[in-house]
């Protein structure tokens, strides 16, 4: 099989990287021969982190991963996906409410791109209720999240935060 069939994006905010993330990039990448992790970097989200930040909390927490790159993008995923020659997008499903709207990506991403295909990967019964979102909101209130972000990222949030409660 042609290498470029066993490439795949792994598209998201990442604000922060989660270890329910991590968790799905090393499974992915036991089975695929290189896993793209692309941060969006302008976000309607309005990101805690700036794309920078993302993407350096990423590298550092996949180091060990040799199939795994870093990278950021703007604009449509479909077009990102082409200029890489991919033709996987790797999507993680939690729970059945994350179900609907995935679906409704990975349909508009194949009628963008007939070439395209969504894979899924469930996440892990441990990280299934975790997300960047629920992370940054225990972080913000001073809660410990450090047992579900890699370390680097743990003592960026209560840096973050600090700087935010000072400015
Ligand atoms: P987006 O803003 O595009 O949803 P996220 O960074 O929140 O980006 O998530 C990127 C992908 O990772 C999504 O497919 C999401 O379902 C998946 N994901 C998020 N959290 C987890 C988790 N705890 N376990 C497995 N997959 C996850």
């Known amino acids: 099989m042609p290498a470029s069939e066993q490439l795949a994006i792994y598209p998201g905010s990442f604000d922060p990287i989660t270890n329910g993330h991590l968790d799905l990039i090393r499974r992915a990448a036991?089975?695929?021969?290189?896993?793209?992790?692309?941060?969006?970097?302008?976000?309607t989200k309005d990101p805690?982190?700036?794309a920078e930040e993302r993407m350096e909390m990423i590298s550092q927490a996949t180091a060990d991963l040799p199939n795994v790159?870093?990278?950021s993008f703007d604009g449509l995923?479909?077009?990102y996906a082409?200029?890489?020659?991919?033709r996987l997008i790797l999507r993680g499903i939690r729970a059945v409410s994350d179900y609907e709207y995935e679906l409704q990506m990975a349909l508009m991403n194949r009628q963008l791109s007939t070439e395209l295909e969504t894979i899924f990967i469930p996440a892990s019964e441990q990280y299934s209720y975790l997300s960047s979102r629920i992370v940054k909101e225990v972080s913000?209130?001073?809660g410990d999240v450090s047992s579900l972000v890699p370390a680097?990222?743990?003592?960026?949030l209560i840096e973050k935060h600090s700087n935010l409660s000072v400015g």
């Open 140 to 142: 913000r209130l001073g």
């Open 82 to 86: 082409r200029g890489h020659g991919a």
């Open 30 to 43: 036991k089975i695929l021969n290189h896993v793209v992790v692309a941060t969006l970097r302008h976000d």
């Open 69 to 71: 790159s870093v990278d």
């Open 48 to 50: 805690l982190f700036t």
């Open 77 to 79: 995923l479909v077009d």
């Open 152 to 156: 680097s990222v743990s003592a960026r």
